[in-house]
């Protein structure tokens, strides 16, 4: 079945760094790609998207493309805030005929705190 | 504009109760899911709906029990209770898959 592999946390970071967070999936076929934020003592929100090969998803400085040949979708950002300490998480959505497949798979997650 | 809802926000539970979590959202989206976290964890998929009258159960169903009997409710129900579900849960819903929209979560707690 679909998978999604990220890098383990806590990720602590001071403001300012790059970031990147590590993402490798498994599924059938072409999926859609997913990084989702989660920040203290809040529900996920959907932070960018990319849908197909090469694909380069972007939002609020963070960005992930998409990559067919190493079934990767790391997320990065230049200059991280301290406002930006949260969970991470990458997810996807496979694509099959039967509705009842595409279902939203997500990885474990990855905490960041960003010092300043 | 609600989006989707969840109640209660928090509950403590005593072993062998049962209680319903609700989830309704008001954007006629037909996808809905169940999600439990776990202090520290990721995010496990207990039960999923790809439309009114369809419902699937995901990577943790053991406990627990849904019904989809119109496309805005989504209610959650818990059987028996035990230590083990004690967690986060998310309700979510979407329209394509491509965006998913999550409540604010339900902190439960079985003691």
């Known amino acids: 079945g679909d998978s999604v592999t990220q890098m383990e946390g806590p990720v602590t970071l001071s403001e300012e760094a790059f970031l990147t967070i590590n993402c490798t999936y498994t599924?059938?076929?072409?999926?859609?790609l997913f990084w989702y934020v989660q920040y203290p003592g809040e529900g996920l929100q959907l932070l960018l998207k990319?849908?197909?090969?090469?694909d380069k998803g972007s939002n609020k400085g963070f960005e992930a493309t998409y990559r067919k040949e190493t079934t990767s979708f790391h997320l990065e950002k230049g200059s991280v805030q301290v406002s930006d300490s949260a969970v991470y998480f990458c997810?996807?959505?496979?694509?099959?005929?039967?509705?009842?497949?595409?279902?939203?798979?997500f990885g474990g997650g990855t905490r960041v705190l960003v010092k300043p | 504009n609600a989006g989707v809802t969840q109640t209660p926000k928090f509950r403590i539970l005593k072993i062998g109760q049962s209680m319903t979590l609700q989830c309704t959202q008001d954007?006629?989206?037909?996808?809905m899911y169940w999600y439990r976290q776990d202090p520290g964890m990721g995010l496990k998929l207990i039960y999923y709906?790809?439309?009114?009258?369809?419902?699937d159960k995901g990577e943790v169903p053991n406990g627990y029990n849904v019904s989809r009997s119109t496309t805005e409710d989504f209610p959650l129900r818990l059987e028996l209770a035990a230590p083990s579900q004690t967690s986060v849960y998310f309700c979510?819903?979407?329209?394509?898959?491509?965006?998913?929209?999550f409540g604010s979560g339900t902190r439960l707690t079985v003691v």
């Open positions: 990319a849908t197909k090969a090469d």
């Open positions: 954007m006629n989206h037909n996808y």
């Open positions: 709906s790809v439309g009114a009258g369809i419902t």
């Open positions: 979510a819903s979407s329209y394509d898959l491509q965006v998913c929209t």
């Open positions: 599924a059938t076929g072409y999926p859609s």
């Open positions: 997810a996807l959505v496979g694509r099959y005929r039967q509705a009842a497949g595409n279902k939203l798979t």
